[in-house]
């Protein structure tokens, strides 16, 4: 089970600390995902932590702004957004699955909105 908390309204130029908590599963066999839905968009892969390399993978529109980290002891995982911008807006959701980043999510959490405003 994955749960997020963390979402909010922020103007652009903000910050966000998103959070997902992570019951039934470890970061050691799972790759860790931050995605986002924005209102009639698909679902995009935002960032990731690879449980194969130890690398964490971001996508361009938020390479530098966003920070994923993890608490292993607290099977909790981050997604810090940093200088926010309307475009940011979305639910986001955090995935895990065993294929590895950006692959098929076999657990996913109910989401978190964020909404940035200009």
């Known amino acids: 089970q994955l749960v997020e908390s963390g979402g909010g309204l922020v103007q652009a130029g903000g910050s966000l600390r998103l959070s997902c908590a992570a019951s039934g599963l470890t970061f050691d066999t799972y790759a860790i995902g931050w995605y986002r839905q924005a209102s009639g968009k698909d679902r995009e892969g935002v960032s990731c932590?690879?449980?194969?390399?130890?690398?964490?993978y971001y996508i361009d529109s938020v390479e530098g702004r966003f920070t994923m980290s993890s608490d292993s002891a607290k099977n909790i995982v981050y997604l810090q957004m940093n200088n926010l911008k309307p475009e940011d807006t979305a639910v986001y959701y955090c995935?895990?699955?065993?294929?590895?980043?950006?692959?098929?999510?076999?657990?996913w959490g109910q989401g978190t909105l964020v909404t940035v405003s200009s």
């Open positions: 995935g895990a699955g065993v294929r590895g980043c950006f692959a098929y999510v076999e657990v």
């Open positions: 932590m690879s449980s194969s390399d130890n690398n964490t």
